[in-house]
């Protein structure tokens, strides 16, 4: 495999690979004004309605901490977690063994997985890292996954409704770094609208939640007849 496949650039692989230690702690830094990242993650599992013995597909899932929030909240799904990153996967399967998650190695674009077998599918902090077509590919497969009756949920970068929110959390975020690589694809996310992506992927958006503060947003989504 080469080292960009599936991501959406060179840096990006080259990053993962790099910062898969540092990751969680950058992740934690990132939630401390939302009330500290096990508080937020607990709301995510909230906005995903399980239910015992659901199944769930987690593309994107980076070293599984949605996955062990969710399976401290509904002990009983099943949750296959998928990432291109095997720092991150290795982290993930050591501090996951809980019997109801496994961790598949593919790449969320094209994950192999059972066609329509998920009542949930998962994409947490992952697109905005992503150009267009790449995220328009994960959530078409995203929708190829959920059952008829399931849900695609979508967690990502919310638009704070105040400047000077905004630049806080710029601030926070890391986005003055120069180069840094999730800028530019955040923006075009933002501006395209991730709810009109979902939609253009076969996908109708029936919920949105935020958090407080209004830093991070999901789209709940079921997947429409047609595609
Ligand atoms: C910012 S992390 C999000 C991790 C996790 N979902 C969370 O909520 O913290 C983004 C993850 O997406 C993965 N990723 C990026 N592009 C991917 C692709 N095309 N296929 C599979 N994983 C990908 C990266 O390896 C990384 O672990």
Do not use: K
């Not at 399980?50 to 009983?76: D, F, K, Q, Y």
């Not at 993930?92 to 077998?117: C, F, I, W």
């Not at 959920?146 to 905004?166: K, Q, S």
Request: a positive charge; one cysteine or more; hydrophobic letters at 45%.
């Amino acid at each position: 495999m080469a080292a960009s496949a599936g991501y959406s650039s060179r840096f990006l692989a080259w990053a993962y690979a790099a910062a898969s230690p540092l990751y969680d702690l950058i992740v934690w830094w990132g939630f401390l004004p939302l009330g500290g990242e096990r508080r937020c993650r607990r709301e995510f599992v909230r906005w995903i309605h399980l239910e015992p013995r659901m199944r769930v597909a987690s593309l994107c899932c980076g070293t599984g901490t949605m996955e062990r929030a969710i399976l401290v909240e509904a002990p009983l799904v099943e949750i296959t977690g998928v990432d291109l990153g095997s720092g991150q996967l290795a982290r993930a399967r050591r501090l996951s063994r809980h019997p109801g998650v496994s961790y598949v190695r593919a790449d969320a674009t094209a994950t192999g997985l059972e066609t329509g077998a998920y009542d949930r599918v998962l994409i947490s902090l992952a697109l905005h890292e992503m150009t267009r077509p790449t995220r328009l590919a994960v959530l078409r497969e995203a929708r190829r996954l959920c059952a008829p009756t399931g849900r695609v949920v979508a967690i990502e970068h919310g638009r704070p409704a105040t400047r000077r929110a905004r630049l806080f959390r710029a601030v926070w975020w890391f986005f003055w770094i120069p180069g840094n690589p999730e800028v530019p694809t955040s923006r075009d996310l933002r501006a395209r609208g991730l709810d009109r992506e979902m939609a253009e992927s076969g996908l109708e958006v029936v919920g949105h939640e935020t958090t407080s503060p209004d830093w991070i947003e999901a789209f709940v989504a079921a997947p429409t007849a047609a595609v």
